[in-house]
């Protein structure tokens, strides 16, 4: 699962990614765009500029002016042979100035372009030329009627040169006419280029956009989605493992090298390991029986030893892709119930079968053999029959309080009842059944004031406790019942000399069905559930029952009760002394 999270949310990070890859481009591309417009406009400005501006236009205007000037000239120079005024001159000095400074301008300008210059070297002497004859038909005029007879004798060549200079100023113009086409379509172009260029990159950019305006709702739309799965997943997961930790049994998933990946709070009460001990190495190192305990998953419960304790495990295996989830049930108790059940299932046979044999027994000698019979044979025939029903009905009248207690169904009587009479009855009973070498005695003080009790319920405490003593006494072993009454309680200890209770088993002699020899070994029956009853009849008297003990030094079991009811009190296990 966990790994499942991970490549959704690795998925949703590289899909988030590549969309802002992609709109990242698209903004470089927008920059690109806007400026290679500010670029193309600018060169575009400038070789306009350039060309027009500073080269073509006075190009062009100063070819023009050239010829212009010099038709001044000569429109001064022709005035002045009409009138001989020098006045009329001044057209022709207004030229060549003029003609001076175009001169320069186009010298400049062609300085760059060599088939220009070319075509204004022949120009320049041909205006030197004209100057040279305009000067002289100016001198003529100004010698007089001689002179000016001369001069019109040589208009003819002043024609020649003119039209030569016209000539090759046109060719001149047309070159620069040229040169202007060239740059036009130059500029056109480059405009061109610009445009395409533009238009490209507008069309690349706008691809993309509509490209990303397709995509991106819809990766963002399933990015999200995928986001908001692995968010429900891992809050999943969450609860999963809260719900785990709340699993009462102990819940191992391991990998399928056997490393443990989870590891709940059953499992570190279970093995007493925490999980941040335990994630991450192999089950092996931490319970090196944790093999043998999944091999015998699925089967019947398996006794283990943690921390020194036996404990009955019910293992149960499930395999997924990837690993194992290994759940381990402490079924200590249960078994121990268990056990307790089969033993009780041998006791209470044996228990019943016996006086039942007796019983029968005797009934069959009584109708058998009526006639040979004497008479006290006959009593003592029938004296067992009426002790064996009675050990019979208290067998069977144990099961059925059992029943009770477990139903919550125990009725308690309060009466008032003279506790050292009770015991004296209890011991008298005890005296017939008990064997001979064994001394029953009675320590109580000369008055005991009646207590408030369930007299029979407390009766059947005493009879438990007397039989017990009777039966782990050793021979000639001495019983003792011992009243103390004090204002606000009333004790009474019984002790004997016999076998004595290992301090490992005293709290449990108290649980239903536990005998400290089920197998019966010592040939000592008994239900094992006396003590259980014992103790739940005086709990609900509001007292305790405790027992002190040491192995084969004998045992003291102690009731105290309060003088008033209070009802019922805890189980008090603490109170067991030894
Ligand atoms: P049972 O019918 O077996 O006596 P109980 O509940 O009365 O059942 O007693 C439980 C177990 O406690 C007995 O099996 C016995 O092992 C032990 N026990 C009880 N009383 C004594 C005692 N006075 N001395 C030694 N062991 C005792």
Redesign the pocket.
């Known amino acids: 699962m966990r790994w499942r999270i991970g490549k959704e949310l690795e998925r949703a990070v590289a899909a988030k990614r590549r969309v802002q890859i992609a709109l990242a481009v698209l903004i470089l591309l927008l920059g690109a765009l806007l400026a290679t417009g500010v670029y193309s406009t600018f060169a575009l400005y400038r070789s306009a500029e350039d060309r027009y501006i500073h080269t073509l236009f006075p190009l062009k205007t100063h070819s023009q002016d050239l010829i212009l000037q010099m038709v001044n000239e000569e429109t001064g120079v022709r005035g002045y042979m009409l009138t001989s005024d020098r006045r009329t001159l001044q057209p022709y000095f207004l030229g060549r100035k003029n003609v001076l400074t175009d001169l320069a301008k186009l010298s400049q300008l062609t300085a760059s372009r060599p088939g220009l210059q070319v075509e204004l070297k022949p120009i320049r002497y041909e205006i030197r030329a004209l100057d040279g004859y305009f000067d002289r038909q100016i001198t003529f005029v100004a010698d007089g009627q001689l002179g000016e007879q001369r001069a019109r004798t040589d208009v003819l060549g002043g024609q020649r040169l003119f039209d030569r200079f016209r000539v090759n100023s046109q060719s001149l113009s047309a070159s620069i006419t040229a040169f202007v086409d060239q740059t036009r379509s130059d500029e056109r172009r480059t405009l061109t280029r610009a445009i395409g260029l533009l238009a490209a990159s507008g069309l690349f950019a706008l691809v993309i956009a509509i490209f990303l305006l397709r995509r991106v709702p819809e990766r963002l739309r399933s990015l999200y989605s995928d986001e908001e799965q692995a968010r429900i997943r891992a809050e999943h997961g969450a609860n999963a493992s809260r719900a785990l930790a709340h699993v009462s049994d102990a819940v191992v998933m391991l990998d399928d090298g056997s490393r443990v990946l989870s590891w709940n709070n059953a499992a570190e009460e279970l093995f007493g390991v925490p999980a941040e001990a335990a994630l991450g190495r192999p089950a092996g190192s931490i319970f090196p029986e944790f093999g043998v305990l999944i091999e015998r998953s699925g089967g019947e419960l398996t006794p283990v030893r943690i921390g020194g304790e036996e404990r009955w495990l019910a293992i149960s295996l499930s395999r997924f892709d990837g690993g194992r989830v290994v759940t381990l049930r402490d079924a200590t108790s249960e078994h121990v119930l268990e056990r307790a059940r089969a033993d009780f299932v041998t006791t209470a046979s044996h228990e019943l079968r016996t006086p039942l044999t007796a019983v029968y027994g005797s009934i069959r000698t009584l109708i058998d053999r009526e006639d040979e019979l004497s008479e006290p044979v006959r009593q003592r025939l029938l004296k067992m029959i009426e002790q064996e029903s009675e050990h019979l009905a208290q067998i069977v009248d144990q099961l059925l309080v059992t029943a009770q207690i477990d139903r919550g169904r125990l009725r308690m009587e309060e009466r008032d009842c003279n506790v050292a009479e009770l015991c004296a009855s209890v011991l008298e009973a005890a005296d017939s059944r008990k064997p001979e070498s064994i001394r029953l005695e009675l320590v109580a003080p000369p008055t005991t004031r009646p207590l408030r009790c369930d007299p029979p319920r407390l009766k059947q405490v005493l009879v438990?406790l007397v039989e017990?003593?009777i039966?782990?006494s050793p021979e000639g072993g001495r019983i003792e019942v011992r009243i103390a009454d004090t204002p606000d309680r009333l004790r009474i200890d019984v002790e004997?000399e016999?076998?004595?209770?290992p301090p490992s088993e005293q709290a449990r002699?108290f649980e239903k069905f536990?005998?400290?020899?089920a197998e019966m070994t010592r040939g000592v029956g008994?239900?094992?559930?006396?003590?259980?009853i014992s103790r739940e009849i005086v709990e609900q008297m509001g007292g305790l029952l405790s027992v002190r003990?040491r192995r084969g030094a004998g045992?003291t079991?102690t009731v105290t009760l309060p003088r008033a009811l209070s009802g019922a009190q805890p189980r008090a296990d603490a109170l067991v002394r030894t």
Do not use: V
């Open positions: 438990n017990n003593a039966k782990y004997d016999g076998l004595g209770i002699i536990y005998r400290l020899d008994g239900s094992g559930l006396g003590l259980y003990s045992s079991f």
